[in-house]
């Protein structure tokens, strides 16, 4: 027994040196830092090492594995110790304990400097700032950040509202807007209306922006910044601070610490003789208790407050929604804690909204990529990029330059849209072989379903807005959803009514106002980096076309459809389904092919820049084949197609723009994402894609194992642009029985699924294609 310890004992596995938690972090982390520099990255390192530089050093060189030893190894410039030639005494609050590092690659450091208070976090590490060079960290010239200004008007502050319903209100019957909507919408219904009319109701509509601007201006006198903390919370604060200063001012009597000190009594409005008097250590800390309950005294005030005004809103909102004034206290607690706990999570998950600063671009003389900071260069290049981006649609049969754009063409008085709707079109000479677009052709024909109706009543008016929130980003006029929500809470009807009738008017004349015909396009980093053709474009238009638009296509038209069950049943985003279903759906095939032992197959299709790939020309017809009046669809298509758009970054928005019609053969397209409209006429549109997929293509099928049940077929789940379609075994006698017959082996049966799943691939890009889309090779899976 003792040979066999002895034994192990001199076994080359037992004098194994156990790894050091330690020395496995600075391993890990050099690997890190390596990495990032051979990827060419700049690098600023901030770490809490828990030991000193001279901890770290040896005779010669430094200890292996130390933070010393990281720095040297990879190259990184030591801020803390080399920069201004002046090292640091200490990081903490305790002296001589420089234990944190700061380390550098890459990044050009103008200065560095030290904060003397950890307040209101206690920690006794001491904080730092470091200035960077910005224009030499990104090799060039770098714009100041924009952020868009906050808003006077909020539903919630009762007083400035009433100061503006009471001016809104006076403004119009002053210069009697109603009426004259009235009159123009009269004319409007009797086709009476001319150039003249247009110009007279592009004014009034100014009129009514100008109205609600000024009451935006004159309902408070608060400047349009962030509202600062309590000043006596900030006071109590900084005299926590000052006694705090004091305390360290005994231990260390440096010159640094005494400027520090009458920092702090500066700022905290200490008296020159309390600051001046001399106090013992046990006479301070009586001062900073004492300062420290003052504190919490205001805090509570400051939290009573609060409560007050959280019962003031509870009861309004028990007034208008007939409820307890407890339930409603709950409900805006709840609501609050909400909010709080999704921003925390987006926090975490790093999907914070952050404006964009700088894209990368190819340079079209050398190839390479190169990275843009300068705002004038950024936004030229988004310009351009988003202009040819808009024109791809007109690439497909029935863009702009295909064979089948006389057919929705809305400005060609020969065009076939009721035809197509008929079924009886006749398509021209170069598609009498393609079965694909007859296919797609012979679907778009008119569903069984009445016309829905376009006429918007105040009470929809007040339903819609009351949904919205009101910081969602909108109108490049400044007439934002905050003016809409406050119009929607009026108890005077008539500024509603008079915006209502301005809408009605422009759809009913299929004329969009000026208004209407700017936007914004906001530039989103989609978490691929800041290649420009990675980027996400998000439309902001004016909140109430945002509203007609959105109310016509998306509460009427989807949901009647829906109601009627026009849709393909493999159509997930609608009205009571969710996006869940459809992945469950997945999960449910897999499971079936288990149990019923058959082969199958699944493929995941994605769609290419989706809503912009939608026309308007052919979205008209395929809307109006699930309802929609031609009046609407031939508004939307002159909306689209007068656009002129500006780009926007976190450097703020473009000068330059562009627009729709700028060249009249080869017209910007798109569905206008961010819109409420976009995801309906989408659904709607490619509806006649899915129908004839499932019509033609080849589905999975499950047998009961009842006999008497019939089978179960089923092609696909789509939600939006994210398409599966799966197949099995049993599902290849729908088309392919012959071929399954002659398959000896299952090795042969699963090469004819293969087969039949990729030709199936094919059929979908196809029919995709006559609805403009293209698919993203790199996104779809089988």
Known sequence: MQALEAEQLNSPQTLRRVPIPREEMVKQMYQKITSWQQRGDSIIFCGDGNETPTDSALRTGHRRYSMAWLFEETGLVDVLRTFHHDPTLTTTTTPARPIDWIGTWRVPIIRIGRFEENFPAISDHLGFFLDIDMAGLMGGAYDSLKLPKLRKLTVQNGPSRNLYEEFVIAQ?????????????????????????????????????????????????????????WSPKIQLSGRTILYWRACLRLIQNTAVQQQRSLK???????????????????????????????????????????????????????????????????????????????????????????RGLIQIEVKDPATGDLVMLTDKEAINDALVARNEGHLQEPNHTPFGMLGDLYDLVDPWNPNNQVEALLEGRATLPASRENDEAVKQWVHNLQRQDIEEIELSISSSDFCQYFSRRKEGTASSPSRRHYGHMKVIAKMEDSSVRDAILQVAATAVAVKQPLARWLRCTQIMLDKGKGVYINNLRIIQLLEADLNFIIGFIWSKRLNQ??????????????????????????????????????????????????????????????????????????????????????????????????????ANQFFKCQGGMQGSTSAAPIFNIHHDVSLTTQCEHGTPAVFQHPDPSEAATEDYAAQFVDDDQQQKSALGLLKHYAVEIQQCMTEAEVNDLLIRVTNEDANRWSKYSFCGGTLLNASKCFW
């Open 263 to 353: 920092k702090h009594q500066r700022r905290a409005k200490i008296p020159r003789s309390t600051h001046e008097q001399a106090m013992t250590k046990s006479a301070i800390k009586l001062k900073l208790r004492q300062a420290w309950r003052a504190h919490r005294e205001n805090r509570n005030h400051a939290d009573a407050m609060r409560q007050q005004h959280l019962s003031d809103r509870a009861e309004d909102l028990a007034s208008h929604q007939n409820t307890t004034h407890e339930k409603a206290v709950r409900a805006l607690k709840h609501q609050e804690q909400t909010r709080a706990r999704f921003r925390r999570i987006r926090r975490v998950n790093g999907k914070m909204k």
């Open 172 to 228: 119009f019957q002053e210069h009697k807007i109603g009426e004259r909507a009235a009159a123009l919408h009269a004319r409007a219904l009797t086709g009476l209306f001319d150039a003249a009319d247009m110009n007279s109701f592009n004014r009034l509509d100014a009129q009514i922006t100008e109205i609600l601007l000024g009451a935006e201006n004159r309902c408070s006198k608060k400047m349009v910044d962030r509202d600062n």
């Open 560 to 661: 009647a459809a829906s109601r009627a069950n026009l849709f393909n049943s493999s159509q997930y985003a609608l009205p009571g389904k969710t996006c869940n279903s459809a992945v469950l759906k997945k999960v449910l095939f897999f499971d079936l092919l288990r149990q019923t032992q058959q082969a199958g197959s699944i493929v995941d299709f994605d769609a290419k820049a989706a809503y912009d790939s939608i026309m308007p020309a052919l979205a008209t017809a395929t809307c109006m084949r699930m309802g929609l009046p031609r009046a609407a669809g031939d508004f939307m298509t002159q909306l689209i197609n007068q656009m002129e758009y500006s780009v926007a970054t976190g450097l703020g928005e473009s000068k330059k723009t562009y627009k729709a019609d």
